[in-house]
């Protein structure tokens, strides 16, 4: 008789119940083996209904309740593994009561431990990753996990999910794992050896991601001279995208120990844009000024705020020179205006008759060809 049943009866003595338990405990006694399997096996699928009804039905409604929507969704994924667990943990109860050999049964259970463990590692992944994209909304109380962390944050979770899921699958498969901890560390001593670049990457990338100095969409300088907007962050490169669309991937390791100016950074992303240019001596200065600022200010893409405005800066060998400032929306926009601000500049001083000087210079030759050589007899 199953011991469960025994305790059942036992703690029940004396009571009206004892008829039926004895009657409940001789049917189970009379049932051949296949007879109890099949009757746990469908006891197992009913409280895994049950489970799954009462997470969703009475707790769903419960959570539905509160102001946030990340229990909702926990719920929701909670559904199938909660059903899948209740129905392995039953097919366990049953394969014992199969009457399997020793070694069959081990494996049977095994193999269902395993099965239970892939489910939960699914859950786990999609659970850390909704809570993380949750904390990072709540960036007042959470400032460490925000949107440019979060693949940091995504790859630690998932290695810890799978390190622990990799320990209970060899106690699953009674596999001795202090075994297997100390060849790893030799291995893994004798791999970052090997790939000590890679993990050079690796660790760069995480502290980009941690620190922050650019982030996807910034536009970027390299100390190199490399200069276009960043398309992708990863633990082991970043992706840039130049003016000519053409995608470049340096190393995070580079990219750590390089000067980066991020054209992009500070409080918003607005950018000055300078044009120099230099007009004759003996130009109305005033004239000159009012010009310009009139460009500036009827150009649609030179923001109002900052205003633009325009600076004699030196007097030059040949030229006044001038600097007309003015702020755009984003850096992409710096070369093209450049390009549109200089035309109009330049036709306004030709209607206005206003010379741009360029080096100019006199040669003076001594002597003609009826002059007598120098040299003597």
Sequence with gaps: MDSSLVILAQTSEGSFLDPILSSIVDLWDWLPGLGQVGI???????????????????????????????????????????????????????????????????????????IGLIVLIGFSIRASRLILDALSRNQDRFP????????????????????????????AWNIDATAWLASAGVIGLALSFAAKDSLANLFAGAFILAD???????????DSGERGRVTHIGLRSTRMLTRDDVEITIPNAVMGNSKITNESGGPYEKERIRVQVGVAYGTDIDRVEELLMAIAVSHSEILEDPEPR??????????LDFELLGWIREPVLRGRLRHLLCKEIYKCFMEE??????????????GTAESPSLSGD
């Design 40 to 114: 746990l096996i469908v006891l197992a699928i009913v409280c895994a209904k049950l489970a799954a009804w009462i997470l969703t039905g009475l707790i769903g409604r419960w959570v539905g309740k509160t102001e946030t929507t990340v229990d909702d969704e926990l719920i929701k994924l909670m559904h199938r593994p909660v059903f899948l667990i209740v129905l392995f943990l039953g097919l366990g109860m049953a394969v014992e009561r199969a009457g399997l050999s020793e070694k069959a049964l081990w494996v049977t259970t095994a193999i269902l431990k395993t």
């Design 144 to 171: 460490l996990i925000q949107s440019r962390t979060l693949p940091l944050f995504y790859n630690v979770s998932l290695l810890v999910i799978i390190g622990g899921a990799l320990y209970f699958l060899f106690i």
């Design 212 to 222: 922050a100095p650019y982030k996807i969409g910034d536009f970027v300088v390299l």
């Design 310 to 319: 325009v600076r004699f800066r030196t007097f030059g060998e040949s030229s």
């Design 353 to 366: 008759g206003i010379e741009i000087p360029y080096p100019k210079r006199d040669v003076y030759l001594q």
